[in-house]
């Protein structure tokens, strides 16, 4: 039985021949690309993909955008939170009938 990855290769490659004038042709000679096996080649392997060096700067920039939206929205409500006060008042407290309450 074949690994995911040799079956997603063949058909991918399948697909570009098809999409090519020669197909049949091209097809018969190609030979897959062998998949590293220990990590500094699988990493180098991986960083030498441009659109995967891409993706990952995205997603830093995403990453550092989403932490800065936090950050500003933490001080936001801590500053907001800073100009009102807050009482609480148990019903056994001397103070809690004295003042009306709305009740929700």
Same mark, same amino acid.
């Given at each position: 039985? &074949?690994? /995911?990855?040799? @079956? &997603? ?18 097809? &018969?000679?190609?030979? /897959?690309?062998?998949? /590293?096996?220990? +990590? ?5 392997? @991986?960083?030498?993909?441009?659109? #995967? ?9 995403? =990453?550092? #955008?989403?932490?800065?939206?936090? +950050?500003?929205?933490? =001080? ?10 807050? &009482? ?12 009306? =309450?709305?009740?929700?």
């Amino acid at each position: 039985m &074949a690994t /995911p990855l040799v @079956l &997603a290769q063949q058909v991918f490659s399948a697909l570009t021949n098809n999409l090519g004038a020669n197909s049949t042709l091209e097809a &018969a000679q190609t030979t /897959p690309v062998p998949f /590293p096996t220990d +990590l500094s080649s699988l990493v180098t392997f @991986l960083c030498s993909l441009s659109a #995967l060096r891409d993706w990952l700067k995205l997603l830093v920039f995403g =990453f550092v #955008l989403e932490s800065l939206r936090r +950050l500003a929205f933490h =001080f936001y409500y801590k500053l907001y939170d800073s100009l009102f006060i807050t &009482a609480t008042f148990d019903e056994d407290d001397a103070s809690y009938g004295l003042f009306y =309450f709305s009740r929700v």
